[in-house]
């Protein structure tokens, strides 16, 4: 689900947390070593988000928020924050060149230039997180 999240509006707040969990607690933020990705570059993406993207003229970035049952792909257009919300159950993960990754959810994606270290391991975290969800929620 392709969402504005610039402002705080409790009703979309609730949708979110009701699709893929509310945030870690500061407790779980230490376990885990952080929930949030290093900056990412977008090579390309899916029409619907493409259409955002392409209204300025600046280079395109994007980071992602570990939830406990999905994730929070977030990126700026103009002066608006919008997220992808994708559950771990619907979220695709392809690496297709050495340094890209792409995410797919339903009709989206985004590949992402992926070149340092610390990106690479933000990968294999949130998909440990995924290969873990699924373990304690089957179906």
């Known amino acids: 689900m392709l969402i504005n999240i610039s ?27 952080g929930i949030g990705s290093p900056r ?27 939830r406990p049952k999905g994730i929070i792909v977030r990126f700026r257009s103009l002066l608006e924050t919008y997220g992808l919300i994708i559950p771990f159950y619907k979220l695709n993960i392809h690496k297709e060149k050495s340094y890209q ?26 998909m440990d997180e995924k290969a873990s969800s699924s373990l304690r929620n089957p179906f």
């Open 101 to 126: 990754y792409s995410i797919f959810y339903e009709s989206s994606f985004i590949k992402l230039d992926v070149r340092k270290d610390k990106e690479y391991l933000f990968f294999k975290k949130m």
């Open 40 to 66: 990412f570059k977008i090579n390309k993406s899916s029409d619907n988000i493409n259409n955002l993207l392409v209204l300025d003229k600046n280079i395109n970035y994007c980071n992602i928020e570990l």
């Open 7 to 33: 402002y705080n509006d409790k009703p979309i707040e609730k949708k979110i947390d009701s699709i893929i969990g509310s945030p870690y607690s500061l407790m779980d933020r230490i376990k885990k070593n």
